[in-house]
């Protein structure tokens, strides 16, 4: 069974500078979860879809941060502008469905942005 | 909402020795607990997870976990490390009604010395 993809894997930017991430999660997961992993913290939740709708997305910061599902498969989050405090890993997960009972979220390697 | 707290951010142990990382949680309604690991430049790997039933779950590894209500803790033992498990270990907490949002501890960095 293929797993999570991210990609880029690594990510150098300026601040103010643009940037978009990737997720294309296991085939027939309906949950996908972007998360923000900030050196020495741990995972922090930024948006959670149901197939293409969004279930959570309470700690975005939807002054620069953005994310959409395509048809309910691939992800996209983006960033516009970068601020310097952005620089973390940034994790995609997928899970089965909301519905089953604490079913596991399987997460991609991540991408690791540094804004300079 | 919920909350967890691990109480140790480095835990170095000798090889073959063993340990236990701890894990205390806060909710007001019935959660689900889990047990990740995150080897260097990886994601999360799921360790274990406890959902109801039996108070000690098995997981990956060699590793357990015991699910104690009354002192809110769900901490992570192995009875013999090996060079291998040095990682991150993050313990996670959602609540049971379906949305899986997974809320994670600061993490603890398991080191094992040779």
């Known amino acids: 069974e293929a797993g999570v993809a991210q990609s880029p894997r690594y990510k150098i930017i300026e601040k103010r500078q643009s940037v978009a991430f990737w997720c294309n999660p296991i085939?027939?997961?309906?949950?996908l979860y972007w998360y923000q992993q900030i050196l020495g913290q741990g995972p922090k939740l930024l948006i959670q879809f149901q197939n293409n709708g969004v279930v959570d997305d309470s700690q975005l910061p939807k002054d620069r941060f953005s994310a959409e599902r395509l048809k309910g498969v691939d992800s996209t989050l983006k960033i516009q502008p970068a601020k310097l405090e952005d620089s973390a890993v940034y994790l995609c997960?997928?899970?089965?469905?909301?519905?089953?009972?604490?079913?596991?979220?399987?997460f991609g390697q991540g991408t690791r942005l540094t804004v300079v | 909402a919920q909350s967890v707290t691990q109480l140790d951010s480095q835990v170095p142990v000798f090889e073959e020795a063993p340990v236990e990382l701890r894990c205390n949680y806060s909710?007001?309604?019935?959660?689900?607990l889990f047990w990740y690991v995150q080897y260097p430049n990886q994601g999360l790997q799921l360790l274990l997870k406890y959902l109801s039933g039996s108070t000690l779950v098995k997981g990956i590894n060699g590793f357990e976990a015991e699910f104690n209500k009354s002192q809110t803790s769900f901490h992570l033992r192995k009875p013999s490390v090996h060079i291998s498990d040095t990682a991150e270990y993050f313990c996670?907490?959602?609540?049971?009604?379906?949305?899986?949002?997974?809320?994670f501890g600061t993490g603890t960095r398991l080191t094992i010395i040779p």
């Open positions: 085939s027939g997961h309906a949950t």
């Open positions: 997960a997928s899970s089965v469905s909301g519905t089953s009972m604490g079913a596991e979220a399987f």
């Open positions: 909710s007001s309604v019935s959660v689900y």
């Open positions: 996670a907490v959602s609540d049971n009604f379906g949305n899986e949002k997974l809320t």
